[in-house]
């Protein structure tokens, strides 16, 4: 079934509070970063996510089967290599290059589609796309953007944040969301703390921070967000997905400003305008259909006439 406006609206308004509930967080979890290692940190917040969404939502695990797992456990590893990346990287570059960094997601999600579907994204979704990247730009930078190791793995993030975003397009029309949602929370949580005791040192106390960061983290910005994700890429496409995640580092920056008592420069709210216009560009003046993959890619349902529909912290 084509998903309607009204559907495709609310779907993008979902996605929004989505970006927003990440965006706020990012500051409290790179300050728990100084407490706690990357991947136990991983471990123990997606641990929380998954017992609370199996806790809520023990009816779908009652409907698990092999074809859910399969595609949980896919999306999961590119959960995990987004926010892996993300998190180790940080300790190596700056926020505002990551920052950048990782909103490359944005054009790498279009591109990854067109070259599935052998389909040239349409001419206003490529302008939002091009304003929403200039945007970030414009927020993040300060001064030069130096390749390091710390970008390199950034980078690497962004690749695997666009895999997930299309992963979710691919499965979530057909499947459970869900179960999806369970599965793929579930999965970074045991990769994560199957790695964490190899590489760190799990610490006698969780800080103050450590705490607030996993509070804050676990359930809002976990397990409802990516249940959320899941729901809501049913009813709009990957390149919607991607511009309107580009609002969190926007969101981010409001709430360093509103909270953490930083001064956004004049550059700063232009490339947050500039954000906003490439989402409200590609939300609203495109009619751009769920991308339906080839049946060899996604098997669809009889009738449905969806193309391959077409992801920090």
């Not at 990346?85 to 997601?105: C, D, H, P, R």
């Not at 981010?252 to 232009?270: C, P, S, Y």
Request: aromatic share 10%; glycine share 8%; hydrophobic share 55%.
């Amino acid at each position: 079934m084509v998903p309607t406006k009204p559907q495709q609206v609310a779907a993008d308004a979902a996605l929004l509070f989505v970006a927003f509930v990440w965006g706020v967080t990012f500051v409290v979890v790179k300050e728990a970063l100084t407490e706690i290692g990357p991947y136990y940190f991983l471990a123990i917040r997606f641990a929380i996510a998954f017992a609370f969404l199996a806790l809520i939502c023990w009816r779908s695990l009652l409907r698990v089967n092999r074809e859910n797992m399969q595609a949980g456990l896919i999306i999961g590893l590119a959960l995990f290599g987004g926010y892996a990346f993300q998190t180790v990287g940080l300790q190596y570059t700056t926020a505002a290059n990551a920052g950048f960094i990782t909103g490359l997601s944005v054009v790498l999600v279009p591109l990854f589609v067109a070259a599935l579907t052998r389909r040239v994204p349409s001419p206003m979704a490529i302008l939002g796309v091009a304003c929403a990247t200039v945007g970030l730009g414009l927020l993040a930078l300060n001064g030069d953007l130096r390749v390091g190791y710390g970008d390199a793995l950034v980078f690497c993030c962004a690749v695997c944040f666009a895999t997930h975003i299309i992963l979710v397009g691919k499965y979530a029309p057909r499947l459970d969301p869900v179960l999806l949602a369970i599965v793929q929370i579930g999965t970074v949580g045991l990769v994560s703390a199957l790695i964490a005791p190899v590489l760190e040192s799990f610490p006698v106390t969780l800080a103050p921070q450590v705490q607030v960061a996993l509070l804050a983290t676990a359930i809002p910005a976990t397990s409802l967000a990516f249940l959320i994700q899941n729901k809501a890429q049913k009813f709009t496409s990957p390149t919607h997905t991607a511009v309107i995640f580009t609002m969190e580092p926007v969101f981010a920056g409001l709430a360093a400003w509103l909270w953490g008592g930083e001064v956004l420069e004049l550059r700063q709210w232009i490339g947050g305008a500039v954000i906003v216009a490439g989402m409200l560009i590609t939300v609203l003046k495109t009619s751009e259909p769920l991308l339906a993959p080839k049946p060899a890619l996604v098997p669809v349902s009889k009738g449905q006439n969806v193309a391959p529909p077409h992801n920090r912290c």
